[in-house]
Structures are given as structure tokens and as C-alpha cells.
């Protein structure tokens, strides 16, 4: 599976959007960019992938580069409840599973 | 509601006893996976099982095993536990036995606790 690179902590107003980075240079043709939270010791929860094309849906949007390799996760609205660990994980082709790195500490503020 | 049922959702148990968690995957779903997350390490892959035969396998201890049964729910068993065994152990599950665009999904978690 390709490494991905986010950074460790951000910050966001809420009601604000948060736009989450992340770097996957080495990402391969068939490999999908996902990305998922967890609330505090919850289990993680999916929010979105994508191949090539930009995507979105009821929790977020995905914009994946040209090259596709990076990516930003956009919640539009953020709220309190938004404040978890966000993994953004790249896998596919042969791969199994998902292999979780050390995220981005995202903290929604008043 | 991922519909990934995990129990129990909490468990304290004594060094050297063993125990067993049990998991039932989202209807439909066929791979079980278990993960481990312990307060000073981030989610560990432990196992993946699809339709009843192991298909992958990351950093599972010998004292660690795991079978998926016909009806495709799921039991981790744990043996000779240690204290740094202590720890949120998730199942997941999915619809195929490799991702290429499948969505994992993951269940609320058992906490295990060694004393």
C-alpha cells in the first residue's frame, strides 16, 4: 500500500469548512484514496473514497489531484462533533485491508 | 450504525486467563477483519477471514487466534494474557476479499482489560 503523509494536528472553526490534506506520491494506478475518523475510541468511521475523480457525498467532499497524488478532504460545515482523528489510507488493486497511520487530530472550536 | 456487532463491549480479565470476542459482520458481508488499538499504538491489522478461510494475516501474536464460522460471524480468541494485551480491539467487515473499491466497515469495538 502507497504511504500517505497528513499532518498531525489541525484546527477549525466551527461552522467553518476543514479541509484536510494528504500526500500520496507513491500512489499506484489501481490504488484508492480513503479516508475515515475516529471519535474518540470509537471505531473508525468510513467517510469517503475515490479513484481518480472528485467525489462527494451526505458527510463530505473528496478532491483527489490530477496526478492523484494528494488529496484534501473537505467537511463543508464543520461542527463539534467533527473532532476526531481523521486517516486518509491508500489501498486497493490486490490489498486486503486497510493500513492506518497516525492521522490528523482535527479540533472543531467554538 | 455501521452494522458491525461486536461483544463484549467490555471485558476485565486476569493475567495468564483467556478470553474470546465475538463478531458478527454487516449482512451480506463475507471478510471478517480484526484490528488492535492500544493506548501507545495506532490501529494494528491483526487478521482478515473471507467466507470462512484465513486471507491475511499482519502482527498476530502465537497466543492470538481466530476463526470465521459458516454462518460468517467471527471469534478472536486470546490466550495467556499479558497486560500489554490490554486494548480496544475492533472487527470490521466488507463484501469482498480484496478492497478494490469496497468499503470496510468497522464495529464500536471490545475493550479488553488485563489485570
Known amino acids: 500500500d502507497a504511504k500517505t503523509t497528513q499532518p498531525p494536528s489541525m484546527d477549525c472553526a466551527e461552522g467553518r469548512a476543514a479541509n484536510l490534506p494528504c500526500n500520496h506520491s507513491?500512489?499506484?494506478?489501481?490504488?484508492?484514496v480513503y479516508w475515515y475518523r475516529q471519535i474518540h475510541s470509537q471505531g473508525p468511521q468510513y467517510i469517503i473514497h475515490g479513484l481518480k475523480n472528485n467525489e462527494t457525498n451526505e458527510m463530505a467532499s473528496l478532491i483527489i489531484t490530477e496526478d492523484r497524488k494528494s488529496s484534501t478532504l473537505i467537511l463543508p460545515h464543520a461542527t463539534l462533533r467533527d473532532t476526531a482523528v481523521y486517516y486518509c489510507i491508500v489501498s486497493g488493486g490486490t490489498a486486503s485491508k486497510l493500513t492506518f497511520g497516525t492521522g490528523t487530530r482535527l479540533q472543531v472550536t467554538l | 450504525d455501521s452494522g458491525v456487532t461486536q461483544t463484549p463491549k467490555h471485558l476485565i480479565t486476569a493475567t495468564g486467563q483467556r478470553v474470546t470476542l465475538r463478531c458478527s459482520p454487516r449482512?451480506?458481508?463475507?471478510?471478517v477483519y480484526w484490528y488492535q488499538q492500544s493506548l501507545d499504538q495506532g490501529l494494528q491489522f491483526l487478521i482478515q477471514y473471507y467466507n470462512g478461510e484465513e486471507r491475511a494475516k499482519g502482527n498476530i501474536l502465537e497466543r492470538f487466534s481466530a476463526q470465521q464460522f459458516p454462518d460468517l460471524h467471527s471469534e478472536l480468541n486470546l490466550s495467556s494474557l499479558e497486560l500489554g494485551d490490554s486494548a480496544l480491539y475492533f472487527c470490521?467487515?466488507?463484501?469482498?476479499?480484496?478492497?478494490?473499491?469496497?468499503?470496510?466497515?468497522f464495529g464500536e469495538g471490545s475493550w479488553l482489560t488485563v489485570v
Open positions: 470490521a467487515s466488507s463484501v469482498g476479499d480484496r478492497l478494490s473499491g469496497n468499503t470496510i466497515y
Open positions: 449482512s451480506g458481508d463475507l471478510s
Open positions: 507513491t500512489i499506484s494506478g489501481n490504488e484508492y
